[in-house]
C-alpha cells in the first residue's frame, strides 16, 4: 500500500487520529487558535525554549487568546515525580496545556493533562523524538523508566525553520530513532514467527513507507536541510500513529529501546546528565543490527535460526547506519557517552529483563549465544 506522506498528506492522516497538524503560516495556526477560543491556555516549556515560548504567547494573546506560560526550572526538566506534580498544580484551572519543546516536555502535558482531564498539544521545537502522536508517556519512578497510559494531544504544530535549526544532536536523536525502526520491526516479526505474537500488516507497512522516505533523503537529513527535516518529522510522526494502530509500542521499540533505558536507569541512579533517548537508542540499534548480522556464521543450530537470518538479510549494515549517525553528530561507541565498559556489558547480559518483550536479545538469551558475541560487540561499540 502507498501512503501520502507528504506535509498535505500527513495532515489527512493525522486527522484521522483525531490530530490536528499545523504548519506555521503568518496567519499564526488558525486552526489551533480557533481550537483554544475561550479557553484558558498554559504553554509549557522550559529554560531552553522559553525563546520560542514567549513570542508565541504574545501572539495568542494579541489575537484575544488567555494564554500564560510556565517556565519549568530547568534547562533540561526530567518527567519524574517531582517535575509532573509541579506541572499538575500549574495547570490546574487551564483548558489547554501547549507544550512548546520536544520530547520531555511532551511528556509531561500529556501526562497531566490526561490526569486533569484536559486538552494538550505540542509546539515541536525539535526533531527529536516519536513521542509527538503516541497515547502512553515514559516517566521516572523511584530511579526507574516507566511507561504509562497518557492521551494523545489535540495539536502539532510545526515550524520548519524552527525545527531545521535545532540543535545538530537533536536532530540526529530523531535519525537514531527512526534508524531503530529497522530493528524494531524485525524483532516483532520475529516474535510473531516464532512465539505466534499479533502482527499488524498496517503499521509495519505505514512504519516502512516513513523510513523508506527517511533514507531516501538521508542526506538533507545529515546537513538538516528542509526536506530532511520535513521527511524526519513524518516518521517521527507516523512512528506514533503506527503504534496507536497496533495498540502497543512494538512497531516503534525492540531491543534497541531496552538498551537505551538500561542505560537510562544507570544515569539516573548517578545523578548524572542522560543522553538524548535518540542517541542511545540509535546506539542500540547498532549493536542490534550487528547481532541480526552475525548469526548467518554462528555454528550453532537452534529454533529459530533460518527465520532471523531471513530477516537479517532485509536490514542495512551497521556501518552505513554508523555513518548516517556520525553524520549529525552522534557517537556510534557507547564509550563517547562515558559509560564504563563493564555497564555495557552489564547492558549486553541483562536488559532484556525491562520489559517481557521478545526481540533478537531474547533470542541469543535462549540460545546462550551472548558470551561468545560480548567480546566481539565490545570491541565494536565501546
Known sequence: MKYDLSTRGLAALSARFGISLEYASEELFPDFRAHV???????????????????????????????????????????????????????????????????TLNDIAKYTTFRLGTECGVYATAASMDGFTSGVTPLIRGGNKVTVNAHTGRHVLADFSVLCAAPRIMTGAGAGDILAKYC??????????????????????????????????????????????????????????????????????????????FLEVYFLRRGEHIPLHGVKVGLGTLVSLHMYKRL????????????????????????????VLSSLGCPTRFSQLGVPEDVVRDMLFNCWKIRDRYTVMTLYRENDLMRSAADELISLFY
Open 37 to 103: 477560543a475561550g479557553k484558558k491556555v498554559l504553554l509549557l516549556c522550559d529554560e531552553t525554549t522559553r525563546r520560542y515560548a514567549s513570542p508565541l504567547c504574545g501572539r495568542l494573546r494579541a489575537a484575544g487568546t488567555d494564554a500564560e506560560e510556565f517556565v519549568l526550572p530547568s534547562a533540561e526538566p526530567v518527567a519524574d515525580e517531582a517535575t509532573c506534580t509541579l506541572a499538575e498544580e500549574r495547570a490546574k484551572g487551564y483548558g489547554y496545556v501547549l507544550a512548546v519543546g520536544s520530547g
Open 184 to 261: 524494531c520491526l524485525a524483532d516483532w516479526r520475529l516474535s510473531h514467527l516464532l512465539k505466534g505474537e499479533a502482527w499488524n500488516e498496517e503499521a509495519a507497512s505505514l512504519m516502512r513507507a516513513a523510513l523508506a522516505q527517511c533514507v531516501e533523503n538521508v542526506g538533507s537529513i545529515a546537513a538538516c536541510g528542509r526536506e530532511g527535516v520535513e521527511a524526519l518529522f513524518a516518521a517521527l510522526l507516523v512512528s506514533g500513529y503506527a503504534m496507536v494502530i497496533s495498540g502497543n509500542s512494538r512497531p516503534a521499540s525492540g531491543a534497541e529501546h531496552h538498551m537505551s533505558h
Open 296 to 323: 548467518k556464521d554462528v555454528p550453532q543450530d537452534f529454533a529459530g535460526k533460518e527465520i532471523a537470518v531471513k530477516l537479517a538479510e532485509a536490514l542495512p549494515e551497521p556501518a552505513w547506519a554508523a555513518g
